[in-house]
Protein backbone atom coordinates (compact mmCIF):
# COMPACT_ATOMS: atom_id res chain seq x y z
CA UNK A 1 0.00 0.00 0.00
CA UNK A 2 1.22 3.42 -0.86
CA UNK A 3 2.59 5.16 1.81
CA UNK A 4 0.97 8.37 3.48
CA UNK A 5 4.59 10.15 3.86
CA UNK A 6 5.34 9.26 0.17
CA UNK A 7 1.37 10.43 -1.73
CA UNK A 8 2.86 14.16 -2.38
CA UNK A 9 5.41 11.87 -4.33
CA UNK A 10 2.74 10.03 -6.09
CA UNK A 11 3.32 11.43 -9.61
CA UNK A 12 6.92 10.19 -9.58
CA UNK A 13 6.15 6.86 -10.57
CA UNK A 14 3.80 7.94 -13.40
CA UNK A 15 6.35 10.13 -14.86
CA UNK A 16 9.10 6.89 -14.45
CA UNK A 17 6.61 4.94 -16.69
CA UNK A 18 6.21 7.54 -19.33
CA UNK A 19 10.04 7.77 -19.48
CA UNK A 20 9.88 4.42 -20.20
CA UNK A 21 7.21 5.07 -22.89
CA UNK A 22 9.94 7.52 -24.22
CA UNK A 23 12.83 4.81 -24.54
CA UNK A 24 10.45 2.60 -26.75
CA UNK A 25 9.72 5.38 -28.71
CA UNK A 26 13.08 5.74 -29.75
CA UNK A 27 13.62 2.14 -29.85
CA UNK A 28 10.58 2.19 -32.57
CA UNK A 29 12.58 5.18 -34.59
CA UNK A 30 15.92 3.06 -34.23
CA UNK A 31 14.31 -0.24 -35.76
CA UNK A 32 12.55 2.29 -38.40
CA UNK A 33 15.92 3.48 -39.51
CA UNK A 34 17.19 -0.28 -39.95
CA UNK A 35 14.20 -1.56 -41.71
CA UNK A 36 13.10 1.16 -43.88
CA UNK A 37 15.10 4.78 -43.75
CA UNK A 38 15.02 7.64 -42.18
CA UNK A 39 18.02 10.16 -42.85
CA UNK A 40 16.95 12.88 -41.18
CA UNK A 41 18.42 11.05 -37.84
CA UNK A 42 21.79 10.11 -37.04
CA UNK A 43 21.38 6.24 -36.33
CA UNK A 44 24.37 6.26 -33.67
CA UNK A 45 23.41 9.42 -32.33
CA UNK A 46 19.92 8.28 -31.86
CA UNK A 47 21.20 5.15 -30.34
CA UNK A 48 23.03 7.33 -27.97
CA UNK A 49 20.16 8.98 -26.96
CA UNK A 50 18.45 5.72 -26.38
CA UNK A 51 20.89 4.31 -24.47
CA UNK A 52 21.47 6.83 -22.31
CA UNK A 53 17.95 7.92 -21.55
CA UNK A 54 17.07 4.28 -20.77
CA UNK A 55 19.65 4.27 -18.46
CA UNK A 56 19.33 7.63 -16.78
CA UNK A 57 15.76 8.61 -17.63
CA UNK A 58 14.21 5.11 -16.78
CA UNK A 59 16.06 2.83 -14.66
CA UNK A 60 18.06 5.17 -12.72
CA UNK A 61 14.89 7.43 -11.55
CA UNK A 62 12.21 3.91 -10.99
CA UNK A 63 14.95 3.05 -8.64
CA UNK A 64 15.73 6.14 -6.94
CA UNK A 65 11.90 6.59 -6.55
CA UNK A 66 11.53 3.21 -5.21
CA UNK A 67 14.61 4.10 -2.87
CA UNK A 68 12.63 7.05 -1.56
CA UNK A 69 9.30 5.57 -0.85
CA UNK A 70 11.25 2.70 0.87
CA UNK A 71 12.27 5.46 3.16
CA UNK A 72 8.60 6.12 3.43
CA UNK A 73 7.42 3.14 4.42
CA UNK A 74 9.86 2.56 7.40
CA UNK A 75 8.55 5.68 8.59
CA UNK A 76 11.59 8.46 7.92
CA UNK A 77 10.06 11.91 7.04
CA UNK A 78 11.45 12.72 3.56
CA UNK A 79 13.40 15.42 2.66
CA UNK A 80 12.31 18.45 0.57
CA UNK A 81 15.79 17.30 -0.77
CA UNK A 82 14.72 14.22 -2.99
CA UNK A 83 12.33 16.78 -4.96
CA UNK A 84 15.38 18.38 -5.86
CA UNK A 85 17.45 15.76 -6.47
CA UNK A 86 14.19 14.20 -9.01
CA UNK A 87 14.35 17.81 -10.97
CA UNK A 88 18.07 17.54 -11.26
CA UNK A 89 18.06 14.05 -12.40
CA UNK A 90 15.14 14.67 -14.94
CA UNK A 91 16.90 17.84 -16.16
CA UNK A 92 19.92 15.44 -16.98
CA UNK A 93 17.67 12.99 -18.47
CA UNK A 94 15.98 15.26 -21.17
CA UNK A 95 18.88 17.23 -21.54
CA UNK A 96 20.81 14.42 -23.07
CA UNK A 97 17.51 12.58 -24.86
CA UNK A 98 16.94 16.22 -26.26
CA UNK A 99 20.82 16.65 -27.44
CA UNK A 100 22.34 13.23 -28.38
CA UNK A 101 20.53 12.52 -31.39
CA UNK A 102 21.46 16.19 -32.95
CA UNK A 103 24.88 16.04 -31.90
CA UNK A 104 26.00 13.18 -30.28
CA UNK A 105 28.69 13.54 -28.09
CA UNK A 106 29.02 17.17 -28.26
CA UNK A 107 29.47 20.38 -26.09
CA UNK A 108 25.66 20.22 -24.62
CA UNK A 109 24.88 16.67 -24.47
CA UNK A 110 28.39 15.99 -22.42
CA UNK A 111 27.57 18.70 -20.21
CA UNK A 112 24.14 17.64 -19.42
CA UNK A 113 26.13 14.06 -19.19
CA UNK A 114 28.43 15.06 -16.15
CA UNK A 115 24.91 16.78 -14.04
CA UNK A 116 23.83 13.22 -14.30
CA UNK A 117 27.17 11.83 -13.13
CA UNK A 118 27.06 14.88 -10.43
CA UNK A 119 23.30 13.96 -9.56
CA UNK A 120 24.32 10.03 -8.19
CA UNK A 121 27.20 11.82 -6.74
CA UNK A 122 25.01 13.83 -4.57
CA UNK A 123 22.13 11.00 -4.12
CA UNK A 124 23.92 8.61 -2.85
CA UNK A 125 25.61 10.66 -0.12
CA UNK A 126 22.03 12.16 1.03
CA UNK A 127 20.57 8.81 0.74
CA UNK A 128 23.58 6.87 2.59
CA UNK A 129 23.02 9.40 5.85
CA UNK A 130 19.22 9.17 5.70
CA UNK A 131 18.83 4.93 5.15
CA UNK A 132 21.62 4.72 7.82
CA UNK A 133 19.27 6.60 10.63
CA UNK A 134 16.19 4.19 9.62
CA UNK A 135 15.27 1.46 10.93
CA UNK A 136 15.52 -0.31 7.93
CA UNK A 137 17.42 -3.84 9.27
CA UNK A 138 20.99 -3.18 8.49
CA UNK A 139 21.38 -5.99 6.19
CA UNK A 140 19.04 -4.85 3.76
CA UNK A 141 20.71 -1.25 4.22
CA UNK A 142 23.95 -3.63 2.73
CA UNK A 143 22.26 -3.75 -0.39
CA UNK A 144 21.12 -0.51 -0.58
CA UNK A 145 24.86 0.94 0.13
CA UNK A 146 26.28 -1.42 -2.26
CA UNK A 147 23.99 -0.29 -5.11
CA UNK A 148 24.99 3.71 -3.95
CA UNK A 149 28.74 2.43 -4.35
CA UNK A 150 28.45 0.69 -7.71
CA UNK A 151 26.21 3.82 -8.70
CA UNK A 152 29.45 6.24 -7.89
CA UNK A 153 31.79 3.81 -9.28
CA UNK A 154 30.33 3.85 -12.57
CA UNK A 155 31.21 7.16 -13.02
CA UNK A 156 34.64 6.07 -13.96
CA UNK A 157 34.12 4.96 -17.11
CA UNK A 158 32.61 7.98 -18.51
CA UNK A 159 35.33 10.23 -17.03
CA UNK A 160 37.99 7.49 -18.52
CA UNK A 161 36.27 8.06 -22.37
CA UNK A 162 36.24 11.64 -22.38
CA UNK A 163 39.69 11.94 -21.09
CA UNK A 164 40.60 9.24 -23.97
CA UNK A 165 38.60 11.69 -26.43
CA UNK A 166 40.02 15.02 -25.46
CA UNK A 167 43.27 13.75 -25.92
CA UNK A 168 42.06 11.79 -29.49
CA UNK A 169 44.15 8.80 -27.64
CA UNK A 170 44.00 5.85 -30.72
CA UNK A 171 43.34 3.01 -28.43
CA UNK A 172 40.52 1.46 -29.77
CA UNK A 173 40.22 -1.27 -27.19
CA UNK A 174 40.50 1.37 -24.16
CA UNK A 175 37.34 2.89 -25.45
CA UNK A 176 35.52 0.01 -25.40
CA UNK A 177 36.86 -0.82 -21.74
CA UNK A 178 36.09 2.24 -20.37
CA UNK A 179 32.21 1.93 -21.87
CA UNK A 180 32.16 -1.69 -20.74
CA UNK A 181 33.42 -0.42 -17.10
CA UNK A 182 30.02 2.14 -17.23
CA UNK A 183 27.97 -0.19 -18.38
CA UNK A 184 28.98 -3.16 -15.75
CA UNK A 185 28.99 -0.90 -12.71
CA UNK A 186 25.75 -0.24 -13.92
CA UNK A 187 24.41 -3.22 -15.43
CA UNK A 188 25.75 -5.70 -12.76
CA UNK A 189 26.33 -3.18 -9.77
CA UNK A 190 23.56 0.30 -9.01
CA UNK A 191 20.45 -1.89 -10.93
CA UNK A 192 21.40 -5.39 -10.17
CA UNK A 193 21.81 -4.08 -6.50
CA UNK A 194 19.24 -1.86 -6.33
CA UNK A 195 16.80 -4.36 -7.54
CA UNK A 196 18.11 -6.82 -4.98
CA UNK A 197 17.64 -4.18 -2.41
CA UNK A 198 13.99 -3.82 -3.10
CA UNK A 199 12.90 -7.19 -3.17
CA UNK A 200 14.67 -8.10 0.45
CA UNK A 201 12.64 -4.91 1.34
CA UNK A 202 9.44 -6.72 0.10
CA UNK A 203 10.72 -9.51 2.12
CA UNK A 204 11.17 -7.55 5.30
CA UNK A 205 8.16 -5.43 4.90
CA UNK A 206 5.88 -8.54 4.27
CA UNK A 207 7.49 -10.87 7.25
CA UNK A 208 7.95 -13.38 4.60
CA UNK A 209 9.69 -16.22 5.93
CA UNK A 210 13.91 -16.13 5.29
CA UNK A 211 17.02 -18.51 5.91
CA UNK A 212 18.95 -15.09 6.80
CA UNK A 213 22.22 -17.58 6.76
CA UNK A 214 21.60 -17.89 3.29
CA UNK A 215 20.66 -14.21 2.80
CA UNK A 216 23.81 -13.45 4.19
CA UNK A 217 26.00 -15.86 2.05
CA UNK A 218 24.10 -14.94 -1.21
CA UNK A 219 25.27 -10.65 -0.59
CA UNK A 220 28.40 -11.95 0.48
CA UNK A 221 28.71 -13.66 -3.07
CA UNK A 222 27.36 -10.98 -5.49
CA UNK A 223 29.62 -8.27 -3.67
CA UNK A 224 32.80 -10.24 -3.55
CA UNK A 225 31.84 -10.85 -7.69
CA UNK A 226 30.90 -7.88 -8.45
CA UNK A 227 34.33 -5.73 -9.16
CA UNK A 228 36.16 -8.90 -10.64
CA UNK A 229 33.27 -9.41 -12.75
CA UNK A 230 34.38 -6.47 -14.93
CA UNK A 231 37.01 -8.76 -16.32
CA UNK A 232 34.21 -10.81 -18.00
CA UNK A 233 33.70 -7.85 -19.97
CA UNK A 234 37.60 -7.54 -20.77
CA UNK A 235 37.68 -11.42 -22.81
CA UNK A 236 37.05 -9.92 -26.19
CA UNK A 237 40.49 -9.13 -26.38
CA UNK A 238 42.31 -12.44 -25.40
CA UNK A 239 43.46 -10.38 -22.53
CA UNK A 240 46.58 -12.24 -19.97
CA UNK A 241 45.67 -15.65 -18.70
CA UNK A 242 45.54 -14.15 -15.06
CA UNK A 243 42.15 -11.69 -16.66
CA UNK A 244 40.51 -14.99 -17.38
CA UNK A 245 41.06 -17.00 -14.15
CA UNK A 246 39.72 -13.67 -12.72
CA UNK A 247 36.67 -13.70 -14.70
CA UNK A 248 35.78 -17.43 -14.30
CA UNK A 249 35.81 -17.26 -10.19
CA UNK A 250 34.19 -14.19 -10.52
CA UNK A 251 31.25 -16.22 -12.74
CA UNK A 252 31.80 -19.11 -10.17
CA UNK A 253 30.93 -16.91 -7.29
CA UNK A 254 27.93 -15.26 -8.80
CA UNK A 255 26.81 -19.15 -9.91
CA UNK A 256 27.13 -19.84 -6.51
CA UNK A 257 24.99 -16.73 -5.61
CA UNK A 258 22.42 -17.70 -7.90
CA UNK A 259 21.72 -21.37 -6.35
CA UNK A 260 21.24 -19.72 -2.98
CA UNK A 261 18.78 -17.36 -4.29
CA UNK A 262 17.13 -19.59 -5.98
CA UNK A 263 16.71 -21.81 -2.47
CA UNK A 264 15.88 -18.78 -0.92
CA UNK A 265 13.05 -17.86 -3.12
CA UNK A 266 11.77 -21.64 -3.77
CA UNK A 267 11.04 -22.16 -0.29
CA UNK A 268 9.33 -19.35 0.63
CA UNK A 269 7.12 -19.60 -2.56
CA UNK A 270 3.96 -20.53 -0.80
CA UNK A 271 3.73 -17.22 0.81
CA UNK A 272 4.64 -15.10 -2.52
CA UNK A 273 1.86 -17.14 -3.82
CA UNK A 274 -0.77 -15.49 -1.47
CA UNK A 275 0.86 -11.88 -0.69
CA UNK A 276 1.56 -11.55 -4.86
CA UNK A 277 -1.53 -10.22 -7.27
CA UNK A 278 -1.31 -12.09 -10.88
CA UNK A 279 0.33 -9.53 -12.59
CA UNK A 280 3.25 -9.09 -9.48
CA UNK A 281 3.93 -12.69 -9.97
CA UNK A 282 4.32 -12.80 -13.66
CA UNK A 283 6.68 -9.94 -13.67
CA UNK A 284 8.66 -11.22 -11.25
CA UNK A 285 8.39 -14.52 -12.74
CA UNK A 286 10.01 -13.12 -15.78
CA UNK A 287 12.10 -10.90 -13.95
CA UNK A 288 13.51 -13.44 -11.82
CA UNK A 289 14.26 -16.04 -15.06
CA UNK A 290 15.85 -13.04 -16.81
CA UNK A 291 18.55 -12.44 -13.66
CA UNK A 292 19.17 -16.39 -13.96
CA UNK A 293 19.93 -16.26 -17.88
CA UNK A 294 21.68 -13.15 -17.14
CA UNK A 295 24.42 -14.98 -14.72
CA UNK A 296 24.66 -18.42 -16.74
CA UNK A 297 25.15 -15.94 -20.22
CA UNK A 298 28.07 -14.36 -18.20
CA UNK A 299 29.47 -17.75 -17.03
CA UNK A 300 28.88 -19.24 -20.61
CA UNK A 301 31.12 -16.02 -21.96
CA UNK A 302 34.14 -17.78 -19.77
CA UNK A 303 34.52 -20.24 -22.38
CA UNK A 304 36.34 -18.37 -25.71
CA UNK A 305 34.75 -20.01 -28.07
CA UNK A 306 31.15 -19.23 -27.09
CA UNK A 307 33.03 -15.66 -25.55
CA UNK A 308 33.99 -14.76 -29.27
CA UNK A 309 30.57 -15.43 -30.58
CA UNK A 310 28.58 -13.28 -27.42
CA UNK A 311 31.01 -10.35 -28.27
CA UNK A 312 31.15 -10.57 -31.82
CA UNK A 313 27.39 -10.95 -33.42
CA UNK A 314 25.98 -7.23 -32.76
CA UNK A 315 22.62 -9.09 -32.28
CA UNK A 316 23.41 -11.34 -29.17
CA UNK A 317 24.88 -8.25 -27.50
CA UNK A 318 22.23 -6.03 -28.07
CA UNK A 319 20.37 -9.11 -26.70
CA UNK A 320 21.52 -9.47 -23.67
CA UNK A 321 21.75 -5.79 -22.75
CA UNK A 322 17.56 -5.84 -23.35
CA UNK A 323 17.35 -9.46 -21.38
CA UNK A 324 18.64 -7.20 -18.61
CA UNK A 325 17.16 -3.75 -18.84
CA UNK A 326 13.71 -4.84 -19.85
CA UNK A 327 14.01 -8.50 -18.98
CA UNK A 328 15.40 -8.25 -15.79
CA UNK A 329 15.11 -4.13 -14.41
CA UNK A 330 11.79 -3.08 -16.08
CA UNK A 331 9.58 -6.33 -15.60
CA UNK A 332 11.02 -6.27 -11.41
CA UNK A 333 10.25 -2.39 -11.33
CA UNK A 334 6.83 -2.04 -12.84
CA UNK A 335 5.74 -5.54 -10.64
CA UNK A 336 7.22 -3.59 -7.39
CA UNK A 337 5.42 -0.43 -8.60
CA UNK A 338 2.03 -2.41 -8.78
CA UNK A 339 2.52 -4.07 -5.71
CA UNK A 340 2.89 -1.24 -3.67
CA UNK A 341 -0.11 0.39 -5.29
CA UNK A 342 2.20 3.16 -6.55
CA UNK A 343 0.38 2.47 -9.82
CA UNK A 344 -3.47 2.41 -10.07
CA UNK A 345 -5.06 1.25 -12.79
CA UNK A 346 -8.39 -0.95 -13.78
CA UNK A 347 -7.42 -4.29 -13.22
CA UNK A 348 -8.64 -5.76 -16.16
CA UNK A 349 -7.13 -3.20 -18.34
CA UNK A 350 -3.85 -3.13 -16.52
CA UNK A 351 -4.11 -6.91 -17.31
CA UNK A 352 -4.29 -6.64 -21.00
CA UNK A 353 -2.06 -3.87 -20.85
CA UNK A 354 0.59 -5.41 -18.95
CA UNK A 355 -0.14 -8.81 -21.09
CA UNK A 356 1.00 -6.85 -24.42
CA UNK A 357 4.12 -5.53 -22.92
CA UNK A 358 5.62 -8.71 -21.85
CA UNK A 359 4.74 -10.10 -25.05
CA UNK A 360 6.55 -7.45 -26.75
CA UNK A 361 9.52 -7.72 -24.97
CA UNK A 362 9.47 -11.53 -25.03
CA UNK A 363 8.68 -11.25 -29.27
CA UNK A 364 11.62 -9.08 -29.05
CA UNK A 365 14.22 -11.07 -27.14
CA UNK A 366 13.34 -14.37 -29.48
CA UNK A 367 13.86 -12.13 -32.50
CA UNK A 368 17.17 -11.38 -31.29
CA UNK A 369 18.01 -14.54 -30.13
CA UNK A 370 17.19 -15.92 -33.48
CA UNK A 371 18.95 -13.12 -35.75
CA UNK A 372 21.85 -13.87 -34.02
CA UNK A 373 22.19 -17.82 -34.73
CA UNK A 374 21.69 -16.66 -38.33
CA UNK A 375 24.49 -14.20 -38.14
CA UNK A 376 26.33 -17.10 -35.88
CA UNK A 377 25.80 -19.36 -39.16
CA UNK A 378 25.65 -17.00 -41.87
CA UNK A 379 22.15 -17.28 -42.92
CA UNK A 380 20.00 -14.47 -44.22
CA UNK A 381 18.11 -12.26 -41.96
CA UNK A 382 16.55 -9.90 -44.07
CA UNK A 383 12.97 -10.26 -42.31
CA UNK A 384 14.12 -9.30 -38.73
CA UNK A 385 14.85 -5.88 -38.74
CA UNK A 386 11.15 -5.36 -39.96
CA UNK A 387 10.21 -8.48 -37.13
CA UNK A 388 12.33 -6.00 -34.69
CA UNK A 389 10.29 -3.18 -35.83
CA UNK A 390 6.94 -4.93 -35.09
CA UNK A 391 7.71 -6.14 -31.44
CA UNK A 392 9.02 -2.43 -31.26
CA UNK A 393 5.84 -1.26 -31.62
CA UNK A 394 3.66 -3.87 -29.77
CA UNK A 395 5.93 -3.25 -26.85
CA UNK A 396 5.31 0.43 -26.89
CA UNK A 397 1.66 -0.26 -27.16
CA UNK A 398 1.71 -2.02 -23.78
CA UNK A 399 3.34 0.67 -22.53
CA UNK A 400 1.00 3.16 -23.37
CA UNK A 401 -2.13 1.11 -22.80
CA UNK A 402 -0.35 1.01 -18.81
CA UNK A 403 0.17 4.73 -19.15
CA UNK A 404 -3.10 6.33 -20.34
CA UNK A 405 -5.62 5.43 -17.75
CA UNK A 406 -3.27 5.76 -14.85
CA UNK A 407 -2.69 9.98 -16.45
CA UNK A 408 -6.33 10.03 -16.15
CA UNK A 409 -6.57 8.19 -12.48
CA UNK A 410 -3.83 10.69 -11.30
CA UNK A 411 -5.93 13.72 -12.99
CA UNK A 412 -8.95 12.16 -10.91
CA UNK A 413 -7.31 12.55 -7.58
CA UNK A 414 -6.11 15.69 -8.48
CA UNK A 415 -9.41 17.25 -9.29
CA UNK A 416 -10.69 15.32 -6.09
CA UNK A 417 -8.07 16.72 -3.88
CA UNK A 418 -8.90 20.12 -5.07
CA UNK A 419 -12.82 20.10 -4.19
CA UNK A 420 -11.71 18.63 -0.74
CA UNK A 421 -9.40 21.85 -0.79
CA UNK A 422 -11.77 24.08 -1.77
CA UNK A 423 -14.31 22.41 0.50
Given at each position: MESAGFSKYRSWPVFCL???????????LLRYKIAFSLPALDYKFLLNAHSHFAFSGWASTVIFTAFVYLLS???????????????WAQSASYGMLLSFPFQGYGPVSIFFSVLSILFSYWFAVTYWKDITGSEIPVWIQRWVKAALLFFVLSSAGPFLLAYIMSRQVAAPRLYYNSVYL??????????????????FFSVWLYKVPLDKRNSRLFFILMTTACIPAYCLSLLWMDPPVWVSVIAAAAACLQLAALIILVRLVWQSRDQWRLLLSMQVKIFWGFSFIAFMIKLVLQALSVIPALGRLAFGFRAVI???????????????????????????????????????????????????????????????GALFPFLLFIAAIIMFAGLALLLIPEIFARRTVVISDSVSGGK
Open positions: FNLLLVSLLGIRSGVTIRKIYSYQFLFLHFQYNGWFSFGVMALFIGYLHLVVLGFISFFMIGFLLQEKMLHCISGFRRMSAGIFIAGVLINEILLVLQGLSAINYLS
